[in-house]
């Protein structure tokens, strides 16, 4: 079975940074797809970070290019989302997700619904 555990959100003042992690099991970390989405109220989930096997490089929505890094510590199957100089609008509650299939990390961020598994999220809210 599957499974993804997020983990590491909470509160932070605008400009300050978080860590998200999300540990995996159930699957081989090194067949995969993986990214990070987020939902804030009223809006549609969408996809921040994604990376797939055959990428040379994440792929980052335009919103969070430059502040946020995705990275894979496959010893642990664990992945990471480091976000710097939050805003406001970063507040959302944050999703890793899983595909077992290889389209790019820029196909699966722009169709969230192409994930197969998801975690169950961690909220960040970023005050003023």
């Known amino acids: 079975e599957v499974q993804l555990v997020e983990s590491g959100g909470g509160l932070v003042q605008a400009g300050g940074s978080l860590r998200l992690s999300c540990v995996g099991s159930?699957?081989?970390?090194?067949?995969?797809?993986i990214g990070w989405f987020r939902q804030a109220p009223g809006k549609e989930r969408e996809g921040v970070a994604c990376?797939?096997?055959?990428?040379?490089?994440?792929y980052y929505a335009d919103s969070v290019k430059g502040r946020f890094t995705i990275s894979i510590d496959h010893a642990k199957n664990t992945v990471y989302l480091q976000m710097n100089s939050l805003k406001i609008e970063d507040t959302a509650v944050y999703y890793c997700?899983?595909?077992?299939?290889?389209?790019?990390?820029?196909?699966?961020?722009?169709?969230?619904?192409?994930?197969?598994?998801w975690g169950k999220g961690t909220l960040a809210t970023v005050s003023s």
């Open positions: 159930g699957f081989k970390f090194d067949v995969y797809a």
């Open positions: 990376f797939s096997r055959g990428d040379s490089s994440p």
């Open positions: 997700a899983h595909s077992p299939n290889d389209y790019s990390g820029r196909f699966y961020c722009r169709n969230p619904k192409s994930m197969d598994h």
